[in-house]
């Protein structure tokens, strides 16, 4: 079956522009999570969502959003774009939220810079 | 905070040598792990997963130990080939959300 889908791979902004992403999980897969990775700090916690609510946030401002729509599908955004925000942005699928629910499988990611 | 941890950010193994990735967890309460590795331009993928009911698990060509007295798990990787040159993340699937360590980059050397 499909994978993980993350539309976009790549996309260069400027600075107080925003950004859509969106990703598409697997069929089946109701439990969405979001993860920034940048060289310095690893991978680091955006959201997760489950039927349409979210159910964890991470640390980040509240320029970071997300949502989830019926058929599972997500999106998150970034308004007023710093240049602090460009990272590999990746989107995780599982079949159940929370803890020791199994493997989370990635998307490819979508590549943001921010210039 | 919680807390997951690398030993080593980079680590060179030449072609057919066993490699050996470490990782340090701070949870005692953590209960179930899983390696990651992310190869340049792509998602992490699935490698291995262990519970804390098991002290090693076996796949193919990957062993995953888990030593809870320190808090302590490693990836080995038998007989490393160039395909196996990539990031390796350990994360700890007992926290919500998961907590990654920060990646041990393995280069193979052929």
């Known amino acids: 079956k499909a994978g993980v889908t993350q539309t976009p791979r790549y996309l260069i902004k400027t600075r107080g522009q925003q950004v859509t992403l969106s990703c598409s999980p697997i069929?089946?897969?109701?439990?969405v999570s979001w993860y920034q990775q940048t060289p310095g700090q690893g991978l680091q916690f955006l959201f997760e969502?489950?039927?349409?609510?979210?159910?964890n946030k991470g640390n980040f401002p509240g320029r970071f959003s997300g949502r989830q729509f019926s058929n599972s599908r997500s999106e998150m955004n970034v308004s007023t774009l710093e240049l602090g925000d460009s990272a590999l942005y990746l989107c995780a699928s599982s079949s159940q939220p929370g803890l020791n629910t199994g493997e989370l499988f990635f998307g490819e990611g979508s590549r943001l810079t921010v210039l | 905070g919680e807390s997951v941890g690398l030993h080593l950010p980079t680590l060179s193994v030449q072609e057919g040598d066993n490699s050996i990735i470490n990782c340090a967890y701070s949870?005692?309460?953590?209960?179930?792990f899983i390696w990651y590795k992310q190869e340049s331009g792509k998602g992490p993928q699935f490698i291995i997963d262990?519970?804390?009911?098991?002290d090693k698990r076996q796949g193919q060509r990957v062993t995953v130990l888990l030593n809870k007295t320190v808090k302590h798990l490693s990836l080995q990787i038998a007989a490393t080939q160039p395909g196996d040159s990539a990031v390796y993340f350990c994360a700890d699937r007992g926290n919500t959300p998961l907590v990654f360590g920060k990646g041990t980059r393995l280069s193979v050397i052929a």
């Open positions: 069929s089946g897969h109701r439990s």
């Open positions: 262990i519970r804390s009911n098991m």
């Open positions: 969502y489950f039927s349409e609510t979210q159910r």
């Open positions: 949870n005692s309460a953590s209960d179930y």
